[in-house]
């Protein structure tokens, strides 16, 4: 396994590795974008896409583009060398962590601002975009960058980040990416915590509130597997397990539009009950998202 910081360096290293595996054509590259931290979640995009293509790239980089002036960008785990062991136990070929500079034009430097990737408003200024905006300019335009970077035949993304899924996937229908978007399911703590890199944000005590997140999904499509299909009955039954968690929002939306929708229809995996919350720990407020399918 290699780890490589620049952009030319990779693209000859994919270029000679392919013609190592006997020719360009049928060897086929999967990208597992990442801001590092690797969790589970992670190990398992990683896995399936090391089954099904001969060359692996795991990115990690935290993106400046896609954090506004008063979130995390700084603080936000950091863990290169604990990343690439599990990179290299996991098969990857090739780490991708370049710097900022590596990525970004000397122009994003001088004029804080360069080109990007801006889908539709509709589909970027609700749920997580509403409270983030440009959140999803910035993921779009580095996603597309990579994308641009690797050559990738295939790229995996986890689906607790539902929104950035369904952004992504019509960003590359809309620009002609030729690249396969594999959703790969939640992965979560024996406990039902969704496994996340801002988990690591959380003290002992903020962990128990943050638990009460995947408590309340599961009681709503318990409901909603018994017949209630009433959104706002639904929603209101998740929110009874979320006291003392800052709600962002809860909505239920469907899997095909991201619309909003009011009564559930019956059939697997057609909507999606999603919900971003806030919970204190050690005198700042973490982020969290998860979701489910009623
Ligand atoms: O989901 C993430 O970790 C990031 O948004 C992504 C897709 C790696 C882009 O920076």
Do not use: W
């Amino acid at each position: 396994m290699k780890i490589i910081n620049s952009v030319s360096e990779l693209r000859n290293e994919i270029k000679s590795l392919k013609a190592s595996k006997g020719g360009l054509k049928d060897v086929k590259t999967g990208l597992v974008p990442t801001m590092g931290a690797l969790h589970g979640g992670h190990l398992s995009l990683i896995e399936k896409c090391r089954s099904e293509n001969e060359i692996v790239v795991v990115s990690v980089f935290v993106n400046p583009t896609q954090f506004g002036p008063n979130e995390d960008y700084d603080k936000y785990p950091r863990t290169l060398e604990a990343d690439s062991k599990l990179c290299e136990k996991a098969g990857v070929d090739f780490v991708f962590a370049p710097s900022p500079r590596d990525i970004y034009d000397e122009y994003y430097f001088t004029h804080k601002e360069t080109t990007l990737i801006c889908p539709p408003y509709d589909v970027v200024n609700k749920l997580c975009g509403k409270s983030r905006p440009g959140h999803f300019d910035g993921v779009c335009t580095i996603v597309g960058k990579l994308f641009n970077i690797t050559k990738c035949d295939r790229a995996y993304f986890g689906k607790k980040d539902a929104q950035q899924l369904f952004i992504i996937k019509k960003m590359v229908k809309e620009l002609n990416f030729d690249i396969e978007i594999i959703g790969c399911p939640i992965v979560r703590e024996k406990d039902g915590l969704a496994m996340s890199s801002r988990n690591t944000y959380l003290s002992n005590d903020a962990r128990k509130l943050a638990l009460n997140i995947s408590r309340g999904l599961y009681k709503a499509k318990e409901l909603a597997q018994k017949g209630v299909k009433e959104a706002d009955t639904l929603i209101d039954t998740a929110l009874a397990y979320m006291g003392g968690l800052d709600v962002e929002y809860t909505e239920i939306v469907s899997v095909d539009t991201f619309e909003k929708i009011d009564i559930i229809e019956q059939g697997p995996c057609k909507a999606l009950m999603l919900v971003a919350a806030r919970v204190e720990s050690n005198g700042s407020k973490v982020r969290l998202i998860d979701n489910i399918d009623l």
